[in-house]
């Protein structure tokens, strides 16, 4: 059966693709930037990312019940330009007040984005094709990020550090652009009176008023925790631990983060797709279950690394990156719809704004854990750490799947 998305998601999905590719441009090299172009203290880059730690989690978790009510649409576009102004005053910084401004900007920026972009989808697709939506936006979100990142690489090489300047004006102009592309699409037909922006409320969650306090079944506190597991013990880790450990003091072995996260590219650019209509069929707390025990076989992989040198330290390296990959493409592909399925949709927004609030706090304290275990106790330590942590999230997954039946 042949599944096309629709022309307005398709839409949305190329500007969010530009936009990472903005991302991409200059995410890398924040702290660098703020050091050697703006001439600020390399303490200025901490008070970046706590600024956009706290307004994250505060702009998530105060969204969601006015998104509930009114409709998403209005409030990813405040987002989008929220983290345009923030990006904007982030590449003219000339002082650590003007640093702290841009990281709440872009934080709550993000924080907005990331609670309204499942409603949002979900007022834009059904059935499988908003499943589909889910993994290629995912595979597109990778895409830009790399081209990205090749493009500004190339810039600096060509023209020098000051040419970071422009790419964040840049990267601050994609976002203008999805704020843009979303105001202008249309939505579908409201259904059964649902909130604003054409929302269409599946009919099995009742009127979509958003006005009912938040109900925390033990379906929705088991995702909520195995989510924030994987959050903190697999994303926050992956993006700042992990590099450290396969690196750590090898003469030589730098590029070696290099191939991690870019094995984790391939892997991703290669298997969203194909993974993504694998699980079209299959009942999403289970694809969980497989992410999870994936994610806990990378780590035994990094545990085996730990005493390796030479070409067996790259090989595992480049393995790790690939497994943790393919972990991903599962991880994109099941826990949204899962989320679409077990939350009321008149709660859909609050219970999103509860998953990006834990991201923010995910990275605000998983690297520091992280790296406590790797130094403090032991690199074996910080293995078993994430591979219980995997365990646990895959028990709950189970415990989800079951409760579905």
């Not at 830009?144 to 493009?151: D, K, V």
């Not at 991201?359 to 130094?375: C, D, E, K, Q, T």
């Amino acid at each position: 059966m042949t599944v096309a998305m629709r022309a307005p998601t398709r839409a949305f999905l190329a500007a969010s693709a530009l936009s990472s590719l903005g991302n991409g441009l200059t995410f890398p090299v924040g702290a660098l930037y703020l050091v050697r172009v703006r001439g600020l203290p390399l303490a200025a880059a901490s008070a970046l990312f706590v600024a956009m730690a706290i307004a994250g989690a505060v702009a998530s978790l105060g969204s969601g019940g006015a998104m509930d009510r009114g409709g998403p649409r209005r409030f990813v576009v405040l987002g989008m330009v929220s983290d345009a102004v923030g990006l904007g005053l982030f590449a003219v910084a000339s002082s650590p007040g003007m640093v702290i401004a841009a990281g709440i900007a872009i934080g709550a920026g993000n924080g907005l984005f990331f609670t309204g972009l499942t409603p949002v989808l979900v007022r834009l697709e059904a059935g499988i094709a908003l499943e589909r939506a889910f993994s290629v936006r995912n595979w597109l979100v990778n895409l830009g990020n790399t081209a990205g990142a090749l493009i500004g690489g190339t810039l600096v090489a060509l023209a020098g550090e000051t040419a970071l300047t422009p790419a964040y004006l840049a990267n601050a102009a994609t976002s203008l652009g999805l704020a843009a592309t979303l105001a202008a699409i249309p939505m579908r037909t409201a259904q059964r009176g649902g909130p604003g922006d054409g929302a269409r409320v599946p009919d099995a969650s009742g009127p979509a008023t958003g006005r009912t306090r938040q109900r925390w079944s033990p379906a929705l506190i088991a995702v909520a925790a195995a989510n924030a597991l994987v959050l903190v013990f697999g994303m926050a880790m992956f993006e700042a631990v992990v590099p450290y450990l396969f690196v750590r003091d090898r003469a030589g072995a730098v590029p070696l983060a290099h191939v991690v996260i870019g094995a984790s590219t391939v892997a991703i650019a290669l298997g969203q797709l194909p993974v993504g209509r694998w699980s079209e069929r299959r009942g999403k707390a289970r694809v969980l279950i497989a992410h999870a025990a994936i994610w806990a076989a990378a780590a035994g992989i990094g545990a085996a690394a730990v005493r390796a040198e030479g070409a067996a330290l790259w090989g595992f390296g480049a393995v790790y990156g690939v497994v943790f990959g393919a972990g991903e493409c599962l991880y994109a592909a099941g826990l949204q719809p899962l989320v679409i399925r077990v939350v009321p949709a008149a709660q859909l927004a609050r219970f999103n704004g509860v998953l990006s609030a834990s991201y923010s706090v995910a990275l605000a304290i998983g690297p520091a854990l992280g790296f406590a275990l790797a130094r403090e106790v032991s690199p074996y330590a910080f293995w078993a750490a994430v591979a219980a942590a995997m365990a646990a999230a895959s028990a709950l997954w189970a415990w989800v799947a079951w409760s579905e039946r």
